[in-house]
Structures are given as structure tokens and as C-alpha cells.
């Protein structure tokens, strides 16, 4: 499981736009997003934590590890 802080994260467009990044790379993998705490967690993965937040950021929400 990863887990990631992204701050520029505040509606419900950008929660989806997140989920799509992320399963763009990793089709199979579970996303919850809190919007209060602008945290994703991404489990189910195969890949490294830095792939993830790479496709969330070329989404346009910078992402760091929480």
C-alpha cells in the first residue's frame, strides 16, 4: 500500500482525475481518496511508490509520500 499527500486535491473532479492517473498505470488497483486530509492511498499494486505519484503529478497534482 502506498500512501500520498496531495494538496492541490479539492473536489470531487479532482478525486476522480487522481483515480484515473493512478489506474492508468495500475489498472488493478484499489484508490481511496480523502479530500479533507488530501490523501490518496493506492493499494493493490505491483509497481514502485515513485511511478504512482509520477502519473498523479502528470495529472496535475503533485504528489509526496505521506
Avoid: W
Avoid at 486535491?9 to 484508490?31: D, F, H, I, L
Avoid at 493493490?44 to 504512482?52: F, K, S
Wanted: glycine fraction near 14%; proline fraction near 6%; aromatic fraction near 4%.
Amino acid at each position: 500500500m502506498h500512501r500520498f499527500k496531495v494538496e492541490k486535491m479539492g473536489c470531487g473532479g479532482c478525486a476522480k482525475s487522481v483515480t484515473r492517473a493512478v489506474q492508468g498505470v495500475e489498472p488493478n488497483a484499489g484508490v481511496e481518496v480523502d479530500l479533507g486530509a488530501k490523501l490518496v492511498t493506492v493499494s493493490g499494486v505491483t509497481g514502485p511508490a515513485d511511478r504512482i505519484a509520477r502519473a498523479i503529478a502528470e495529472a496535475g497534482y503533485p504528489a509526496e509520500p505521506a
